[in-house]
């Protein structure tokens, strides 16, 4: 089992630093047309799996910065909910505001319209204890938004089942799909980097963690694709300068992410109209 010493960064878009020139070696670039990081822009049109994804806008209000994350489209029975990492939503002790999520968002368009959370959900241990990598198998947050005169699964068509892995488990073909930003990605254009996945650590629900992608800045929360499901969310990566470079990825796994996705529908279903 890999165990994850080295030290990480949350993908914060105000927090990139400049690249090494190739921080995936080659030999381990998955992604046809991969940059130096494993990434490619994904190709036009989008598959539906694809489409599911867009960008999470959040306002901090201490800052006053613009957070921007990737998210995507989960399967529920109100059909109104985005998986994302929870550091899209709760950051440094306090909770983002006036979030809204773009799905299918491509170069400045929404096609698939914007849509305003009601409601954020995030691990309690995530809430309310300070920072600390022995969270990060917590990233992970579900927005419920609002309906605009039909549930979200309506427009973009049903969301992404999730695919719930334990502890140890390894996983091969993952693709994760977000929008970097900052030097050389245009933080605009959604980008897909092709990878396999091994455990991490050896406490609580575990992470995954992947050598072929280097994720950049702004791909929080992004998910990690396999046959049609979603099996994480990209979480951190090791610093940028590091010239072999991971990602973190949180699974689905574990009684705590189903919990919160239960009592996410719960609330949302209650909440829609008859």
Same mark, same amino acid.
Not at 119 to 128: K, Y
């Given at each position: ?8 960064? $949350?993908?914060?878009?105000? @927090? *990139?630093? !400049?690249? #090494?020139? +190739?921080?995936? =070696?080659?030999?381990? &670039?998955?992604? /046809? %047309? ?101 969270? $990060?198998?917590?990233?992970? @947050? *579900?927005? !419920?938004? #609002?309906? +605009?005169?039909? =549930?979200?699964?309506? &427009?973009?068509? /049903? %969301? ?115």
């Amino acid at each position: 089992m890999l165990r994850l010493v080295l030290s990480l960064t $949350l993908l914060s878009p105000s @927090g *990139l630093a !400049g690249a #090494a020139e +190739r921080s995936v =070696p080659e030999h381990r &670039v998955l992604t /046809p %047309g991969g940059d130096r990081l494993g990434y490619a822009p994904v190709p036009r049109p989008h598959t539906q799996d694809q489409r599911l994804t867009g960008v999470l806008m959040a306002h901090d209000p201490v800052s006053g910065d613009v957070v921007m994350c990737g998210g995507t489209v989960i399967g529920s029975r109100s059909r109104s909910l985005v998986l994302t990492a929870a550091h899209c939503l709760h950051d440094k002790g306090r909770r983002l505001r006036q979030v809204v999520f773009l799905p299918g968002f491509d170069r400045g368009r929404t096609p698939l319209g914007v849509w305003p959370a009601v409601r954020t959900w995030v691990p309690p241990r995530w809430r309310d204890r300070p920072y600390s990598a022995d969270l $990060l198998p917590y990233d992970i @947050g *579900l927005v !419920g938004v #609002a309906p +605009r005169g039909e =549930p979200l699964e309506a &427009v973009t068509g /049903p %969301g992404l089942r999730p695919l719930r892995t334990a502890r140890g488990t390894s996983l091969r073909g993952l693709e994760l799909l977000g929008y970097p930003a900052g030097k050389r990605y245009p933080g605009t254009r959604l980008y897909r980097c092709l990878g396999d996945a091994d455990e991490a650590v050896g406490r609580g629900p575990g992470l995954l963690v992947t050598r072929n992608c280097h994720a950049p800045a702004g791909g929080s929360g992004g998910p990690a694709l396999r046959d049609g499901a979603v099996a994480g969310v990209v979480s951190s990566s090791s610093p940028l300068g590091d010239r072999r470079g991971f990602t973190v990825l949180t699974r689905l796994g574990g009684r705590v992410f189903g919990r919160m996705l239960a009592e996410s529908d719960r609330w949302m279903r209650l909440r829609s109209p008859a």
